[in-house]
């Protein structure tokens, strides 16, 4: 009994996996795909902004499954990586937070992780 059990836990586990690589990768490539296109094309500052909250709110909805599997499609960022790239486009710390639909404090707190992050880099001896 227990070992049938086993079993049918491992292919429960086996089929739940399986289901998250395939909408990561519907995902990746009938969607994604699409924003880079529309993201190379000659976009306004408010076009660009509609772009950025599609792929924060698209990262968003598929982050229960990224967590597990973002190592395999590293499109998905997190929010202190796209927060990264927002402050290398020079983006103030309230527009990032319009853009991403999180508070400023959020932005704030990975702005913070990003410099202690630099700092602790530039410290480790290459």
Same mark, same amino acid.
């Given at each position: 009994?227990?070992?049938?059990?086993?079993?049918?836990? =491992?292919?429960?586990? /086996? /089929?739940?996996?399986?289901?998250?690589?395939?909408?990561?990768?519907?995902?990746?490539?009938? @969607?994604?795909?699409?924003?880079?296109?529309?993201?190379? +094309?000659?976009?306004?500052?408010? =076009?660009?902004?509609?772009? /950025?909250?599609?792929? $924060?709110?698209?990262?968003?909805? @598929? $982050?229960?499954?990224?967590? +597990?599997?973002?190592? =395999?499609?590293?499109?998905?960022?997190?929010?202190?990586?796209? @927060?990264? /790239?927002?402050?290398?486009?020079?983006?103030? +710390?309230?527009?990032?937070?319009?853009?991403?639909?999180?508070?400023?404090? +959020?932005?704030?707190?990975?702005?913070?992780?990003?410099?202690?992050?630099?700092?602790?880099?530039?410290?480790?001896?290459?």
């Amino acid at each position: 009994m227990n070992s049938a059990l086993k079993v049918l836990l =491992q292919r429960r586990e /086996d /089929d739940r996996k399986e289901l998250e690589e395939k909408v990561l990768s519907n995902v990746k490539e009938l @969607v994604v795909h699409n924003l880079e296109k529309l993201r190379s +094309t000659r976009l306004d500052a408010k =076009q660009s902004g509609y772009v /950025d909250v599609l792929e $924060s709110n698209l990262n968003s909805i @598929v $982050s229960p499954f990224s967590r +597990t599997l973002s190592h =395999q499609i590293p499109e998905f960022h997190s929010c202190g990586d796209r @927060v990264a /790239d927002l402050v290398r486009q020079g983006k103030r +710390t309230k527009e990032m937070a319009d853009l991403l639909n999180v508070s400023q404090r +959020t932005i704030e707190f990975h702005r913070q992780n990003i410099r202690n992050n630099s700092a602790s880099n530039k410290r480790k001896p290459i």
